[in-house]
C-alpha cells in the first residue's frame, strides 16, 4: 500500500514539473558528449591530405560490413582511394574509430539520417570528407 | 409536447455524451502524458483538437476486411456493443431532470446492459476469425465477469441501505450521507473493480502483452475501429458515472450548483482518481489481476461487506430508529 502511495505521490509530482520530453523536430535537445552519430573521414589540417590510408582495419573490424575501402600508393604515400560507407545497416559501435591506427575516422553527433530512398544513405569518400569539414557539434543544430 | 420534450432530452443526452466521450479522450492522452512528465498531445491548443483528429483519420483510413472473419457480424459486431452502452443512458440520471426513462430496476437494467455491450465488444473479437482475437475475446469476457461480480455485489448493499433499486431513489438516499461515507469498502471496491474495467489500451488487459498486435480488435479498422473504441469510452463514462451516483451522491453537492454540473464535476474528479491510480501502479498480469485482486480480494470482501450491511439493516437500524 506504501509504495502504491508512493508511485502516486511520484506521478502527481510529475504534473507539476517540467516535461522530461521535447518537441521535435521544433524543440531538439543537445546530445550527449558520448553519443555516437554520423561516421566522417579527417583531413590533416596543415597539410590538407586525407589521413586515411586505406590499410582497411576498419572494414575487417566492422561487424555488419557496412565499409568497403581500397586504397592507391604505396609506403608513406599510401591514400584511399575509395572508401564507401552504407549508414543504413551501421549500427554505430564505434569499433572502426577505435581501431584506426592513423585517428583518420571520427564520430559526430549527426543523427538524422533518414532518406528518401536507400541509395542516399551510401557515403563515397568525397561524401564523408565533405562531412568531416564541419564542426561536430554543428550537425544537430 | 411531450414527444418534443423526450426529443430535446434524448438530443441533450447525446450532445453530452458526445462531448463527454471527447473531453475524456482528451483526458485519458493530454493527463497521462503529464502524470507520466510528457507533454502529451499538441494538435491544436495543447492538443484540445487531437480527439477531433483520431476520430477523423480512423473515419477516412480505409477499412480492410480479413477473409477469414465471419462476414456480416464483424461489421456489425461494433453496434451489438455500441446499442446496449448508449441504451443505458435512457436510465441514467444525469440530473433531477435529465432522465428518459425512469424504471423501478434501474440498477439491474444498467449492469445488464453494460454486460450486454462488453459481450458485443467480445463477439467483436470472436467475429475476426483470428485465433489470437478470439483469445482476446474470451479474456475480455473473464476481466468483466471477474470485477463486475464484485462490483454487483458491492451495489447490492447500496441496495439494501436505500431500499430500492431506482436510481433516483439511491441518490436520494443520499441527502444526509453520501454512500461513499457509509459503504466505504463497496466504494473502494467499486473503484477498484472500474480501474481494472477501464481498459482500452493495447497495453492492458484484455490484450495483454502476449496479445499486443492481436487483442480483440485486431482486425478491425476504419470506421468499425472508431465505434468499438467509442464503445469502450462509452462503457468506461457509464462506470465511473455508476460510481458518481451510486457512492458520490450524483446530482447532490454540498453548495448550490446546477445538478448537471455535480455531476459532470464528480465524474471528471472520479475519472482522474482512475487515470491517476492506472497511470502510478505497475500492472499485473491478467491471471494475476483475476486471480490475486477478483477472485481472492474484492469477491470475498464484497461478501463480507454484503452481510455487514445485511446485520446493520436488519438488526441494527430498527434499534437507532427507536
Redesign the interface.
Known amino acids: 500500500m506504501e509504495s502504491?502511495l508512493k508511485?502516486?505521490w511520484?506521478?502527481?509530482k510529475?504534473?507539476f514539473?517540467?516535461?522530461?520530453?521535447v518537441?521535435y523536430p521544433s524543440d531538439k535537445i543537445v546530445v550527449p558528449e558520448t553519443s555516437r552519430g554520423m561516421i566522417i573521414l579527417k583531413v590533416d589540417p596543415d597539410s590538407h591530405e586525407l589521413l586515411c590510408t586505406g590499410c582497411g582495419e576498419c572494414k575487417r573490424v566492422c561487424p555488419t560490413g557496412v565499409i568497403d575501402v581500397s586504397s592507391a600508393g604505396d609506403g608513406e604515400k599510401q591514400r584511399a582511394s575509395t572508401f564507401m560507407l552504407d549508414i543504413s545497416n551501421c549500427v554505430f559501435c564505434g569499433l572502426c574509430v577505435e581501431v584506426c591506427p592513423y585517428s583518420a575516422i571520427e564520430m559526430t553527433y549527426k543523427y538524422e539520417l533518414t532518406a528518401s530512398h536507400a541509395d542516399y544513405l551510401h557515403y563515397d569518400l568525397e561524401e564523408l570528407v565533405e562531412y568531416g569539414k564541419q564542426k561536430p557539434r554543428e550537425f544537430w543544430i | 409536447m411531450i414527444y418534443l420534450n423526450i426529443f430535446l432530452k434524448s438530443l441533450g443526452l447525446l450532445v453530452l455524451m458526445l462531448l463527454a466521450v471527447y473531453v475524456m479522450i482528451y483526458l485519458d492522452r493530454k493527463l497521462v502524458g503529464h502524470l507520466q512528465a510528457r507533454h502529451g498531445p499538441m494538435t491544436g491548443f495543447h492538443g484540445v483538437v487531437q480527439p477531433l483528429a483520431d476520430w477523423l483519420k480512423m473515419t477516412f483510413k480505409g477499412r480492410s476486411v480479413s477473409q477469414n472473419s465471419k462476414g456480416a457480424l464483424i461489421i456489425f459486431a461494433p453496434f451489438f456493443a455500441l446499442i446496449p452502452a448508449t441504451i443505458i443512458y435512457t436510465i441514467i440520471p444525469i440530473s433531477r431532470r435529465l432522465l428518459l426513462y425512469r424504471t423501478d430496476v434501474g440498477l439491474i437494467l444498467i449492469f445488464t446492459l453494460l454486460f450486454l455491450s462488453i459481450l458485443g465488444i467480445a463477439v467483436a473479437g470472436l467475429s475476426s476469425g483470428n485465433r489470437q482475437s478470439a483469445f482476446g475475446s474470451l479474456y475480455v469476457i473473464a476481466n468483466s465477469l471477474g470485477f463486475i461480480l464484485p462490483m454487483v455485489i458491492s451495489t447490492i448493499s447500496v441496495m439494501f441501505l436505500s431500499g430500492s433499486m431506482d436510481m433516483i431513489d439511491i441518490i436520494n438516499a443520499q441527502q444526509r450521507a453520501w454512500f461513499v461515507l457509509t459503504q466505504p469498502i463497496g466504494a473502494l471496491i467499486f473503484l477498484i473493480s472500474s480501474v481494472q474495467l477501464v481498459s482500452r489500451s493495447q497495453l492492458e488487459i484484455p490484450s495483454t502483452d502476449v496479445q499486443n498486435i492481436a487483442g480483440f480488435d485486431a482486425e478491425f479498422s476504419g470506421v468499425n475501429l472508431n465505434f468499438l473504441r467509442f464503445t469502450e469510452y462509452i462503457n468506461v463514462l457509464t462506470l465511473i458515472g455508476l460510481t458518481t451516483m451510486i457512492y458520490l451522491g450524483g446530482w447532490l453537492g454540498p453548495i448550490n450548483l446546477h445538478s448537471v454540473g455535480w455531476y459532470i464535476v464528480k465524474t471528471y474528479a472520479v475519472l482522474f482518481l482512475v487515470l491517476w491510480i492506472k497511470n502510478s501502479i505497475p500492472w499485473p498480469r491478467f491471471e494475476a489481476s483475476m486471480s490475486r485482486i477478483s477472485w481472492r480480494l474484492l469477491f470475498p470482501l464484497s461478501i463480507f461487506n454484503l452481510i455487514l450491511t445485511i446485520v446493520f439493516v436488519v438488526f441494527i437500524k430498527p434499534l437507532i430508529r427507536v
Open positions: 502504491i508511485s502516486m511520484q506521478t502527481l510529475n504534473m514539473r517540467r516535461s522530461v520530453t518537441l
